[in-house]
């Protein structure tokens, strides 16, 4: 651990360190969403300020020759900005009269307050990955709000089908832009909960006939809105995830004998081919 976390300043034993990370892990894995669809790079390293971020072109076919000196095509950067990775973080608090009580009666000490942390963390990531956000001047892109994305609209999902269909046509989308799979759909838990229906006559959940299109996977997550969901073609050639830090706990200091810890990480999403995106969008005034 860097010593930027002042980790051995805290008054805590190995052990409650140790039961600290463990629990802010599982929490964050519990609920962090982008993640299961977008790869990620790095760490970095904590230093790491800023990272280049290229819009990748050139869809044609690999060429096939004895020789290699057929043309075919490039893949090449359209154009370039540096991302600057910001900083996701929540603190919480540990009383003093809790960690006594830990070592006077050698029970574990309650680390709740960190799991909570991490959870919050784990959903501003999200909402940074899928919604983008404005820091500082800066203007972070999402999977739901990227220029050049597909858009199509949609259907009333409290009808049997619709969500099949709207898919099906986001998928079709997809593939007219030469982006083959495999394809993921992310959207909030009520438009989740539409799809666990029968489908039809068929005997199968409506939520089975789309994953069979969406074969990396259907997941919710409650920082979309119930107006959108999003179709990805996954893979690093599309996007990824730059991370600097990851999730990681530090000690911020004492204040009033009780003691403060901070829950951050440090990454930023590159979007390199926004077109591997398709988003269904409900019509304004629907």
Not at 21 to 26: A, E, L, Q, R
Not at 140 to 163: D, P
Not at 179 to 184: C, W
């Amino acid at each position: 651990m860097g010593d930027y976390l002042l980790r051995d300043q805290a008054p805590l034993s190995s052990e409650q360190w140790e039961r600290i990370d463990g629990t802010v892990k599982s929490a964050a894995e519990r609920n962090l969403v982008g993640r299961r669809i977008i790869p990620l790079l790095g760490p970095f390293g904590p230093g790491v300020q800023a990272i280049p971020s290229d819009m990748l072109a050139g869809v044609e076919q690999g060429a096939v020759s004895f020789l290699g000196e057929e043309e075919g095509g490039l893949v090449h950067a359209t154009g370039r900005e540096y991302v600057p990775l910001p900083m996701i973080y929540k603190d919480f608090r540990l009383h003093w009269r809790d960690l006594e009580t830990a070592a006077q009666l050698g029970i574990p000490l309650d680390v709740s307050a960190a799991a909570a942390a991490a959870t919050f963390c784990a959903r501003t990531e999200d909402d940074l990955i899928f919604n983008g956000c404005q820091v500082s001047g800066y203007r972070y892109a999402g999977l739901t709000t990227v220029e050049g994305r597909t858009q199509v609209a949609m259907s009333n999902w409290a009808e049997a089908g619709a969500a099949f269909n709207d898919v099906v046509i986001a998928t079709q989308k997809l593939v007219e832009n030469e982006l083959f799979g495999p394809y993921a759909l992310v959207v909030n838990p009520r438009l989740y909960a539409n799809l666990n229906r029968l489908f039809g006559n068929t005997g199968v959940l409506e939520l089975q006939q789309v994953q069979r299109l969406a074969t990396a996977g259907v997941f919710q997550t409650p920082v979309l809105s119930d107006s959108v969901a999003v179709v990805v073609s996954v893979g690093a050639e599309n996007m990824d995830l730059a991370v600097a830090q990851d999730l990681v706990t530090a000690f911020l200091e004492t204040s009033k004998l009780n003691h403060i810890f901070r829950v951050m990480e440090i990454l930023a999403l590159r979007i390199k081919r926004p077109a591997a995106i398709c988003t269904i969008e409900r019509p304004a005034g629907s």
